[in-house]
């Protein structure tokens, strides 16, 4: 099971990779790689290193289907080909994948939406928010409180709410609080505001314990988990109904955002956050704006805090802690900015790195045995740092930039590594040889510079 | 004593100097002219160690700086008095003067220079303990000169010394700097756009045009120029 | 209304006003210290550290062990002072140098992967035994009288200590050449250098001093809270509170932040009505209160707004 | 067409006085310069127009608009456009959407299934093309409009700054020092397309700029403003001989006491 899912996540990366590997130059290179690929992958199959064999087919697999369908078929084609491939993936992949992989998917579904509408606020619009767990609580509860038979808010007409409805209250409440969060964020900017909403994120869970009457305190609240929709209940079990409504409410949210970032409003954001005065001067209304993508935003977690409601069945103020709140963020730095490929990279990036991580890298001898599961935050937090410092742009923005470069370009870039090197190494000679005419110890200098000292 | 061959210099992308070659000699006055953006304040900055050139050379008592540090190169005596200023303006008059000072180490001499530069600007002593935000244009560009002068250099870098300030503000200022050079043997490189003042003060001028040097000559002859003329003296 | 309210505590009584003012400038002083780590590290790099606590406590686990080892309680401080220092330091020179002409966002999200690194390799290291560890201070625990209130020594120790290394940073960075070279490569670090400062030592500098005095948070927090390796976040958030409350680049505002958070948080707790508000309400009430002030004025009390030219 | 009437404006910084009773006036199918030295105040004048700042006192009117009751992002829709002397892009976004931007205030209010559907097909794009098209051509940006705005030479990006201000068709455009940080070749062709601004689109064009050469070149009018007062105006001839003028600009003989 494990390798199957690494097979289709091959797949997938093979054909969006192949949607152009420009890069690579010639259809001979890209022939030279994929023979040199294919000796690493045999040589690693029968040495039997399991990730290793894994990045290597994929690597070979997005060769290959790049040197096949190169200079022949048009590029939008490749991209339907590939969104084609991950949509089939996700669709089959209750039937597929184990039910606890299956769990995983389905929270990197939600986390998705919530990645997604943080990309909005923080990538497309620059202002930063460590505190969207907040939202996502937000929608969360107001989902469950509606659902709850035994409050009285949920009751209308002696029943709780069906479950869609609640999905739609949480947008709408996740919206106002949003919206109501979006005036005070305009006084501020970059670390106020991060740690303003950060603040936000730490105080939801207090408030939430607290007032206990509407939330049942730290106990949570309990719902039932919507079953399948009666025709579907023989074909589907609850927990892959719940995996196919997470994935597709993800894949409408997705397709909203891209239209929405595709049109005016969408310009208006980027347009913001790269010159305000210019954008104002464009006749943006930048306040407008800017709370505008703080609604849309806090929207988004709520719809997602809704379907976590479904996906758990249970709702404490502890389901989605400070941590997970700063992970939201640092999700997408990692996926990439301004990316909604990046928001994608990054919900997996959040659900796959802290349970497969350890695993991957215990197949690597350099790590003391315990170490990787006892200090698994060692990794991650290593991981974002190193992808900041290599990666400015992200996974995505570092793929896209890729696609987006000549092959000549990276060439010279790797060639130019020595010449940069050594260039760099000259200096260091240079520095050491002036040091050293600065230094007493040279007499020549010392007596120039002590002539100098000399009070006129 | 500065010699500046061939350099040039970008911001990112943008080229900013094309090959410049300058000559000051020891004790001289020399000034930089030309329009905004022309890569005359560029230059300095070069000089200075603030920019790395891409290419050629800048020298120093026939010592290679262009790529030394900054601070290495204020330590050989080399100061520069920044376009706009750029005091420390929550910081005292005397706070201003002591960071001029930074790289040295005696003390006594500090003192004795503060006293000594107190007789040219003395508006600085009664200052002496006002944040150098609250000093008027005038009194701020004296400052700078006054800090720039706190390292005790034998090259002081000019940039725009007259910015902003009215015509007798800025010939008080070019009246210091006169004396400065002529009683402390300071040379001086000045960047300028008021050009009938920097061609007065200064005995030989560069025409910097972007990031070129289009023409070259001692003053007098540059004012005769036609071009010139019309440039930047307007008529 | 049916239920009846509980009463939030009496104003009238002096003793309890007291008590609580003097262990809320006790706690004060901690967050005032951790704040002042911050704004150091703000002034001179711009970087919001987010993980000043997790720094502190990856000096006080080492230290912890020391005083396990027999050493006696002021050596350990000391040494711990030093081991935050040089961490601060290094952290700068190797992870923090690299990004520090990157966007804002890219450091923000750094300093969180600081945070969850050292977090996860203390947990690793020293939380395989039994947690949480207890650490002991050099000021005892007694209770003395304070006029109408009673507080611990340790309570004292820490005030006193917070007084200190407050007095110490005035004096350096007031009355020594290195302190003036620190505040101008804060105020400008452009023209700093052309005064011959070293402005990449400075920012080494910068982190060092809010490694050392948050190492030596972390040694006076840690017998209060003990020791376990989260045990900073909470008064991290309280730092940070302080410190945006005075204005992230004044470190005088740090200061008065921290006491003024300190007080405000056992105030709220003491005199809200338990039912709707009350201790559990107090960090949310203090932080609201923070956002508040933050509506009012967008760089803190003390802070200064940062204005762009066109 | 409108004439712009600025008039009595008075700004202090603290207690720098920037602009004391600056009076202009730009007529329909005018272009005029407003020169003085650096911090003469025009840079001033020219926020205050735009809106980033408001004066003190004065008023400033465009048509029968009153300008100082405008926020700075409803002055494209009273049909005043202005660049940025650092160009100020969208550095991130490309040159056709930079210039899209500029027609925000065209953009409308629809409905949101409509503007769904006009997204989804296309409709949103095409819409607004012939404008920008327009506007590409005039200003020949045709060979970098797809290029991220913020990885064009300085020199093109202030093309762009000006395609920006002018594809929502307005009838005055402020530019703010345009010659500033161009190449030799670039300012030749700059008065050329400052002419061809107010010829073929028919703009008022108000002109802030330090370059003489350029503003005696191509200014029906120019102020000169020196310490935030009008200290002339008229024809370049007239400017270019008044005594004040040269004593502004050049402070007077220098060597008094040699």
């Known amino acids: 099971m494990e390798m199957s899912i690494w097979l289709f996540f091959g797949l997938l990366v093979a054909c969006s990779v192949g949607v152009r590997l420009q890069p690579l130059g010639s259809v001979v290179q890209r022939a030279i790689a994929a023979a040199v690929l294919a000796v690493g992958f045999l040589v690693c199959l029968v040495l039997g290193v399991g990730f290793v064999t894994e990045l290597f087919g994929v690597l070979l697999a997005a060769v290959v289907a790049n040197l096949l369908t190169a200079d022949y078929v048009p590029q939008r084609y490749r991209i339907a080909l590939a969104v084609a491939v991950a949509v089939v993936f996700f669709l089959a992949a209750p039937w597929l994948l184990e039910n606890f992989r299956l769990f995983q998917f389905s929270r990197v579904a939600v986390w998705v939406i919530v990645a997604v509408g943080l990309n909005i606020l923080t990538g497309y619009n620059g202002q930063i928010s460590l505190g969207h767990g907040a939202f996502v609580l937000i929608g969360a509860y107001t989902s469950a409180i509606l659902m709850d038979d035994q409050s009285q808010l949920g009751f209308v007409d002696g029943a709780a709410w069906p479950f869609w409805t609640t999905i739609i209250a949480a947008a709408v409440v996740s919206g106002v609080a949003g919206f109501a969060l979006g005036f005070p964020a305009l006084r501020l900017s970059g670390p106020y505001l991060a740690i303003a909403t950060l603040a936000l994120a730490i105080s939801m869970p207090a408030i939430l314990r607290k007032y206990d009457g509407l939330t049942g305190g730290a106990q949570g609240l309990f719902v039932k988990r919507p079953p399948p929709p009666p025709g579907l209940g023989d074909v589907l079990e609850r927990d892959e109904w719940l995996y196919l409504l997470c994935v597709g409410v993800a894949i409408v949210m997705m397709l909203i955002a891209w239209g929405i970032l595709r049109g005016p409003l969408g310009r208006a954001f980027v347009a913001v956050r790269d010159s305000e005065v210019a954008a104002a001067a464009m006749g943006i209304n930048v306040a407008r704006v800017k709370i505008a993508a703080f609604t849309i935003s806090a929207l988004y977690a709520g719809v997602a805090g809704a379907l976590l409601t479904q996906l758990l069945g249970v709702m404490t103020p502890e389901s989605v802690d400070i941590v997970t709140s700063i992970n939201f963020l640092t999700a997408i730095v990692i996926g990439g900015l301004a990316s909604l490929l990046g928001a994608v990279i990054g919900a997996f990036a959040l659900v796959l790195l802290p349970s497969d991580g350890p695993d991957i890298l215990g197949e690597i001898p350099l790590f003391p045995d315990n170490f990787v599961q006892k200090a698994p935050g060692a990794i991650q937090g290593a991981l974002v740092i190193l992808v900041v410092l290599l990666m400015p742009f992200g996974v995505a923005g570092s793929y896209h930039r890729l696609i987006a470069t000549p092959a000549g370009r990276i060439i010279d870039g790797v060639k130019g590594i020595p010449a940069g090197l050594r260039s760099r190494l000259g200096q260091v000679r240079e520095d050491v040889l002036w040091a050293w005419e600065d230094s007493p110890f040279n007499r020549r200098s010392s007596e120039s510079d002590s002539g100098e000292e000399a009070d006129p | 004593m500065l010699k500046i061959e061939g350099i040039e210099a970008s911001y990112g992308p943008v080229k900013a100097l094309h090959g410049v070659t300058i000559e000051v000699p020891e004790g001289g006055v020399v000034t930089l002219l030309g329009p905004n953006g022309a890569g005359k304040s560029t230059i300095l900055r070069v000089v200075s160690g603030l920019l790395r050139p891409t290419a050629g050379r800048v020298e120093f008592d026939g010592r290679r700086i262009d790529r030394r540090s900054a601070e290495a190169i204020v330590t050989m005596g080399i100061s520069h008095v920044p376009e706009g200023r750029q005091l420390f303006d929550e910081m005292t008059v005397h706070e201003n003067l002591m960071l001029g000072a930074y790289t040295r180490h005696d003390s006594d001499g500090i003192r004795s220079d503060i006293k000594r530069l107190n007789g040219y600007f003395p508006i600085l002593e009664e200052r002496r303990e006002q944040p150098a935000g609250s000093l008027s244009g005038g009194e701020q560009q004296q400052l700078a000169v006054a800090r720039g002068l706190m390292s005790r250099p034998r090259l002081l870098l000019l940039d725009e010394p007259s910015l902003g300030l009215a015509p007798l503000v800025s010939r008080d200022i070019f009246r210091i700097l006169r004396q400065v050079n002529r009683e402390e043997g300071i040379t001086i490189l000045l960047v300028e756009q008021d050009a009938t003042s920097a061609l007065s003060f200064a005995e030989y001028g560069y025409v910097v045009e972007t990031g070129r040097i289009v023409i070259e000559d001692a003053s007098d002859k540059l004012k005769e120029d036609e071009n010139v003329r019309r440039a930047y003296l307007g008529y | ?310 | 067409m409108a004439d712009l009437n600025v008039a009595g404006l008075a700004k202090k910084f603290g207690g720098i006085v920037a602009l004391d009773g600056v009076s202009l006036t730009v007529k329909a199918g005018e272009i005029v310069g407003l020169i003085g030295p650096n911090g003469a105040g025009k840079t001033t004048v020219f926020n205050c127009i735009s809106r980033f700042y408001t004066p003190e006192e004065g008023e400033i009117k465009f048509g029968g608009v009153d300008v100082l009751r405008l926020a700075p992002d409803a002055l494209t829709s009273a049909g005043i456009g202005r660049t940025f002397q650092h160009a100020e892009l969208f550095k991130t976004m490309t040159v056709e959407d930079n210039i899209l931007i500029g027609l925000h205030n065209r953009a409308g209010r629809m409905n949101p299934l409509a503007y769904f559907v006009s997204i989804f097909t296309g409709v949103e794009d095409r819409t607004h093309r012939d404008a920008v098209n327009e506007i590409i051509d005039f200003l020949d940006l045709g060979e970098v409009r797809k290029a991220p705005a913020g990885s064009l030479p300085f020199g093109l990006q202030k093309r762009v700054d000006v395609a920006r201000a002018l594809v929502a068709a307005p009838s005055l455009v402020l530019l703010d020092e345009p010659a500033a940080g161009l190449t030799q070749g670039e300012l030749e062709d700059l008065a050329d397309l400052i002419r061809r601004i107010r010829d073929d689109l028919g703009v008022t064009v108000l002109l802030v700029e330090h370059h003489m050469n350029l503003v005696m070149g191509v200014s029906d009018r120019v102020v000169v403003l020196d310490f935030g007062k009008k200290i002339s105006e008229g024809t370049p001839e007239h400017v270019q001989n008044d005594p004040a003028v040269v004593e502004a600009y050049l402070g007077g003989p220098l060597d008094a006491e040699d």
């Not at chain 3, 400075?202 to 006076?220: K, Q, S, T």
């Open chain 3, 1 to 310: 209304m049916i239920e009846v309210f509980l009463a939030p505590a009496p104003w009238n009584d002096p003793e309890l006003f007291g008590e609580q003012v003097i262990s809320g400038l006790a706690t004060g002083s901690i967050y005032a210290l951790l704040a002042l780590g911050i704004v150091l590290i703000y002034r001179s790099t711009d970087v919001v550290n987010f993980a000043q606590g997790e720094m502190a406590m990856f000096v006080t686990f080492p230290m912890w062990s020391l005083t396990l080892a027999g050493f006696p309680p002021w050596t350990v401080i000391f040494i711990g002072i030093a081991l935050g220092f040089a961490l601060g330091g290094f952290i700068e020179r190797t992870i923090i140098r690299p990004v520090e002409d990157k966007p804002p966002l890219s450091v923000v999200v750094v300093t969180l992967g600081l945070f969850v690194f050292l977090n996860s390799i203390a947990t690793w290291i020293w939380a395989q035994g039994e947690l949480p560890k207890v650490f002991s201070t050099p000021f005892e625990f007694n209770s003395v009288d304070v006029g109408v209130a009673r507080v611990t020594t340790h309570s004292i120790g820490i005030l006193v200590a917070a007084l200190a290394i407050m007095g110490v940073l005035y004096l350096l960075f007031n009355y020594t050449k290195l302190g003036l070279g620190m505040r101008a490569t804060a105020h400008n670090p452009g023209a700093s250098r052309l005064m011959g400062i070293n402005v990449g030592r400075m920012l080494m500098l910068g982190w060092a001093l809010a490694g050392a005095v948050g190492g030596l948070v972390g040694m006076l927090v840690a017998p209060i809270t003990f020791l376990f390796p989260s045990f900073m976040l909470a008064v991290l958030l309280y730092a940070f509170a302080a410190a945006v409350f005075g204005g992230l680049d004044s470190p005088p505002g740090a200061i008065v932040g921290g006491f003024f958070v300190g007080v405000a948080e056992n105030l709220f707790g003491t005199y809200t009505p338990s039912d709707i508000l009350g201790p559990e309400m107090k960090l949310p009430l203090t932080l609201l209160l923070l956002v508040i002030v933050l509506l009012f004025r967008p760089a803190g009390l003390f802070g200064h707004v940062r204005t762009r030219r066109v």
